[in-house]
């Protein structure tokens, strides 16, 4: 039988969520989507998340991408097994194609970069843009 890491993660109750979802409360409606979006900080990685994480080679583990956007780990561990939708998510998130991002910190990007590598070395018969880097030269 396989073992599995443990991953730690800090874990809060969804009971704060329950006035909004009951209709107790209009300020939900009321606050800027933009300003929700952007602040990332609900600490909440899913269980199959986790598991996605203790799975990759130690060295692909996406920890700080996991404590600072969780949100942004849970997608890639829903998107891993769908090969052209992992790659164009992974893609938008190295690639600012907007023009107007400030970017992740340092050692997020970096462990987005890794991952995105990773990624297009166990799948190098899908058509990306990635897979064309270095094969000109």
Known sequence: MKSVAILEFPMRSDAGA???????SRQVSERSWMRERTQQTDPILL???LTWMARLPREMRPMALARSFPRIANDLASLWRRVARCEEYLDALVVDHRGNRTGFPSEVARELNNLRGF???LHPANSSGWNQV????
């Open 134 to 137: 270095g094969a000109s030269a």
């Open 119 to 121: 990624y297009a070395d």
């Open 18 to 24: 329950w006035p909004a979802v009951e209709g107790g």
């Open 47 to 49: 269980d199959t998340t």
